[in-house]
């Protein structure tokens, strides 16, 4: 049974900092991809990062400088530390894990969702 377990969201104060973590198992590959979505209230789930097994990261341009994606491939878990916080990053945060064979955006697998808010 595949499992993404997400942890280390909340509130925080603007200006405030995160971080997310997520454990991935019982997974029939081994991970090419593992990143980090969210989905604001009435906005669509975006990409806010990915790394790949060859450490390539992308991240949504509205995050640059602001979030660090990481990952220890040992443990099949992935890391999003969230610098500087906004309002506007408030968001289910979810993880997903994908192969060699899919793009960062389209995974093969989410966690449930993690809250993070950033009041105005």
């Known amino acids: 049974q595949v499992q993404l377990v997400e942890s280390g969201g909340g509130l925080v104060q603007p200006g405030g900092s995160l971080r997310l973590s997520c454990s991935a198992s019982?997974?029939?590959?081994?991970?090419?991809?593992m990143g980090w979505f969210r989905q604001a209230p009435g906005k669509e789930r975006e990409l806010v990062a990915d790394i790949n097994t060859n450490g390539y990261i992308i991240y949504h341009d509205s995050v640059k400088g602001r979030f660090t994606i990481s990952r220890d491939k040992a443990l099949n878990m992935v890391f999003l530390q969230m610098n500087s916080l906004r309002f506007e990053d408030t968001a289910v945060y979810f993880c997903a894990v994908r192969s060699s064979f899919s793009a960062p955006a389209r995974p093969h697998y989410w966690g449930q969702g993690i809250q993070v808010t950033v009041p105005s």
């Open positions: 019982g997974l029939p590959f081994t991970p090419f991809g």
